[in-house]
């Protein structure tokens, strides 16, 4: 257990939805970061926050923003879903901001109809 | 073409074989390199890191980066059921934060 919490576990929506992935760091840790896992892509990297502020953006769609909150507890958020959206999303968490250690929780598996 | 490319596997290996994975890469201003292992519906673990060229040996694992060549490798020796699992390398250059780039991931299976 990495100390990485996410939720939900699994989410099933159609699309044009929203949804809300949340994400609760190990305890101490300021960074967190977003990645998404499909078959056909890989893990991506789609962005990092560090104490509340946005650090570093990878391949993130216009449609998913994110934010990182005081308690230090991020949220994703994935609007006017598409079929393709359907994947694995992981967070990840280090103590600074930048660390080679970056501890990654269970994941939120996205299924979109 | 992908910036860090990986054989998907599966890869099948008897227990106790020594087993090789393998990345290649294509940029050059990675610095920073590590090996994760993922389990079945579970999030990556973080196995190895090793900056810039040379070996790295931890217990039954050893990295190794070859810059000249870009290509990176984990062995494990003495493999284990119990190492099934993907392998994904990731890197990083100086400037980019710490934002990783992945490799696919190679999926091993060690046979009792």
């Known amino acids: 257990d990495s100390g990485v919490t996410q939720t939900p576990k699994h989410l099933i929506t159609a699309t044009g939805q929203r949804v809300t992935l949340r994400c609760s760091p190990r305890?101490?840790?300021?960074?967190v970061y977003w990645y998404q896992q499909s078959l056909d892509q890989g893990l991506q990297f789609l962005i990092q926050?560090?104490?509340?502020?946005?650090?570093a953006k990878g391949n993130i769609l216009e449609r998913f923003s994110a934010q990182q909150f005081p308690d230090l507890h991020s949220e994703l958020n994935l609007s006017s879903l598409e079929l393709g959206d359907s994947a694995l999303y992981f967070c990840a968490s280090s103590p600074r901001r930048i660390s080679y250690e970056q501890y990654f929780g269970p994941g939120t598996r996205l299924t979109v109809t | 073409q992908k910036e860090v490319e990986q054989d998907p596997g599966p890869l099948s290996v008897p227990e106790g074989a020594i087993v090789s994975l393998n990345c290649t890469y294509s940029?050059?201003?990675?610095?920073?390199f590590m090996w994760y292992r993922q389990y079945s519906r579970k999030g990556p673990e973080l196995l190895m890191y090793?900056?810039?060229?040379g070996n790295k040996e931890d217990g039954r694992f050893t990295a190794q980066v070859d810059k000249s060549s870009k290509y990176i490798s984990l062995f494990i020796r003495d493999s284990q059921p119990s190492d099934s699992a993907t392998y994904l390398c990731a890197m990083r250059t100086n400037n980019a934060g710490n934002m990783l780039t992945f490799g696919g991931g190679t999926r091993l299976m060690v046979k009792p």
């Open positions: 940029n050059s201003a990675f610095q920073y």
């Open positions: 926050y560090y104490n509340g502020e946005e650090r």
């Open positions: 090793t900056y810039s060229s």
């Open positions: 305890s101490g840790d300021l960074s």
